[in-house]
């Protein structure tokens, strides 16, 4: 079953701006924005902020200044130091006891002993009888039968290792291919190789994982680790830790104005253009759009209660570079205004409706 989820209350108060911004008109449905520097004067006291994007100015605005919060920092747990392995039920222990150096022989004629620890912790072995081994490090537990067994062998010469992991798992949730259990070892799993393994989606948001450990939830920033380095995000997991990976909630842009409307997932990997978002739309309308008005509304911490509106005039094609220059960032909004004779056509048109109806009316009176 798919999930729906509400739109965000940082989206629905964005969306509630812009249109208010570009001002919607009640005689003929048209969704418009000032072009020109007179039009625009008094949309400061709106808390909107129109910036013309040139060549002299694209190196300052190529790409966004502010923070979106898959760059939170978070509070990822520390890695144990050392990591170590305990040995649980479940586990199958693989021991060997070596009595004779000289025929490299191995006590009672066995060279494996495969010994599953039971539900209570413990393995039964010769000579020693119940050990209990839950909670103990291969090299503790081959301390203690090497203490026992020296009762009965001079010398004991042993050998404890792991031949199957069961005892300890963590978990992952949220929005990867296979959630579910994943198995520990004794070579330490980091968080980006039980991500990896439970298979991850374009929309799986690695900027905000949560790692519930204990009674202790922990925000990791997974994203900071694959992009710069930072170690400290991509901690060890360990046994009952719960991954959850949720849906990037804020990981599109939006298309209004003389362009179809869409949602446009942004591409998680690079930084998305302008240019190509209008290309994955199909471009902007040739005849009813004004190329000197493709507008980007953003909201950033500079604009709490409003936005900074980029405007690109693409009547000249050699000013596409800009477009190509410019990225995106999350929740932005791209509206394409219409042209003049657009506005007069449809305006006139929308006028003209009730007289035509009335034409045709007369037209059928005639008739009869």
Not at 33 to 52: A, C
Not at 184 to 212: E, F
Not at 275 to 299: H, P
Request: with cysteine; hydrophobic share 40%.
């Amino acid at each position: 079953m798919q999930q729906t989820f509400a739109k965000p209350a940082r989206l629905r108060s964005i969306t509630l701006l812009v249109a208010a911004a570009i001002g919607v008109s009640s005689c003929a449905g048209q969704m418009r924005f000032p072009i020109s520097l007179e039009g625009q004067e008094k949309l400061s006291e709106q808390n909107i902020n129109v910036v013309r994007v040139t060549t002299e100015n694209i190196a300052q605005y190529r790409t966004p200044a502010f923070i979106s919060n898959r760059s939170v920092k978070g509070n990822p747990p520390a890695d144990p130091s050392p990591y170590t392995y305990r040995i649980g039920p479940g586990d199958e222990l693989h021991i060997s006891v070596w009595a004779d150096p000289e025929r490299v022989q191995p006590a009672g004629g066995a060279t494996d002993r495969g010994l599953v620890v039971n539900e209570g912790g413990q393995i039964f072995y010769p000579f020693v009888g119940g050990l209990s081994v839950s909670g103990r490090s291969t090299a503790q537990v081959r301390s203690a039968l090497t203490d026992q067994l020296r009762n009965f062998i001079t010398d004991p010469q042993v050998e404890v290792s792991i031949a199957s992991f069961n005892a300890h798992q963590a978990t992952v949730t949220g929005l990867v291919d296979s959630p579910g259990p994943i198995t520990l070892t004794n070579i330490p799993k980091r968080l980006l190789d039980v991500v990896n393994l439970a298979g991850i989606a374009d929309d799986s948001d690695l900027g905000n994982i949560r790692l519930r450990r204990s009674s202790t939830t922990h925000l990791v920033n997974l994203r900071s680790f694959i992009e710069q380095g930072v170690s400290g995000q991509n901690p060890i997991i360990l046994p009952g830790d719960v991954v959850h990976v949720p849906r990037m909630r804020d990981n599109k842009v939006f298309t209004f104005g003389e362009i179809p409307t869409k949602e446009i997932a942004l591409m998680t990997d690079v930084d998305t253009s302008l240019t190509e978002v209008l290309a994955k739309v199909g471009g902007i309308d040739r005849i009813r759009s004004d190329s000197r008005g493709i507008f980007v509304f953003r909201r950033t911490p500079n604009t709490p209660d409003g936005f900074d509106v980029f405007q690109f005039n693409l009547s000249d094609a050699s000013t596409l570079v800009l477009a190509t220059d410019f990225k995106l960032a999350p929740l932005d909004i791209i509206f394409v205004t219409n042209d003049p004779i657009t506005r007069w056509n449809d305006t006139v048109g929308s006028a003209l409706v009730p007289f035509r109806s009335l034409l045709q009316i007369r037209r059928v009176a005639d008739a009869i």
